[in-house]
């Protein structure tokens, strides 16, 4: 189980985890309740108001993986978007071709992702950041992010992908370092 680490704060432009939107959009469904308890809701998006990191000296990474990839420009410009103007984030990477980008003997180059850099890559199909398949070194993986610094980590892929977020996220418990695992 990886480690919980302690909680950086209120974040001033926050959600409230108990922050709700009701489904109805018409009169009618909303003016049949009585119990304001009663409304279908779903959670709402946004940056939470308690989070781990301090988010103008985080650095995040985005890994693509697997085989067939269509549409996932658009959760790379969503996740950029969100962390560089929602939470503050100025530091995103891209790494290239899955995990293997982290494996410095490829030689894959790393993206420096922006807003200006993802405005329009949801028009196009795939991913930006090319994917591969096959496993890699977890330790190789959470030394590279070690030596960057990223705190962040969002895996995007299939059911390998998230087996491989699992072994990075156990070798990062297993270091005791303060690195979160998305998938």
Same mark, same amino acid.
């Given at each position: 189980?990886?480690?919980?680490?302690?909680? +950086?704060?209120?974040?001033?432009? %926050?959600?409230? =985890?108990?922050?709700?939107?009701? +489904?109805?959009?018409?009169?009618?469904?909303?003016? %049949?309740?009585?119990?304001?308890?009663?409304?279908?809701?779903?959670?709402?998006?946004?940056?939470?108001?308690?989070?781990?990191?301090?988010?103008?000296? *985080?650095?995040?990474?985005?890994?693509? %993986?697997?085989?067939?990839?269509?549409?996932?420009?658009?959760?790379?410009?969503?996740?950029?978007? %969100?962390?560089?103007?929602?939470?503050?984030?100025?530091?995103? +990477?891209?790494?290239?071709?899955?995990?293997?980008?982290?494996?410095?003997?490829?030689?894959?180059?790393?993206?420096?992702?922006?807003?200006?850099?993802? =405005?329009?890559?949801?028009?196009?199909?795939?991913?930006?950041?090319? *994917? *591969?398949?096959?496993?890699? *070194?977890?330790?190789?993986?959470?030394?590279?992010?070690?030596?960057?610094?990223?705190?962040?980590?969002?895996?995007?892929?299939?059911?390998?992908?998230?087996?491989?977020?699992?072994?990075?996220?156990?070798?990062?418990?297993?270091?005791?370092?303060?690195?979160?695992?998305?998938?």
């Amino acid at each position: 189980a990886a480690q919980v680490s302690d909680t +950086y704060g209120e974040y001033a432009g %926050c959600v409230r =985890d108990a922050s709700k939107s009701r +489904y109805e959009t018409l009169v009618e469904d909303v003016s %049949c309740r009585t119990d304001a308890l009663s409304f279908p809701a779903r959670e709402v998006a946004g940056p939470r108001e308690k989070i781990d990191f301090e988010p103008t000296k *985080s650095r995040a990474a985005i890994v693509t %993986c697997g085989g067939l990839c269509p549409g996932i420009n658009n959760v790379i410009r969503g996740i950029t978007l %969100c962390l560089y103007h929602q939470y503050g984030v100025r530091k995103i +990477y891209g790494f290239q071709y899955g995990y293997e980008g982290f494996i410095p003997k490829y030689k894959h180059d790393v993206i420096s992702l922006t807003p200006d850099l993802v =405005d329009n890559i949801h028009e196009r199909g795939g991913t930006i950041l090319a *994917s *591969s398949r096959g496993e890699q *070194s977890t330790v190789e993986i959470v030394d590279c992010l070690d030596r960057m610094d990223i705190n962040l980590l969002f895996t995007i892929g299939g059911d390998g992908t998230m087996r491989g977020a699992l072994a990075i996220a156990d070798e990062i418990a297993k270091r005791e370092l303060n690195i979160s695992v998305i998938g």
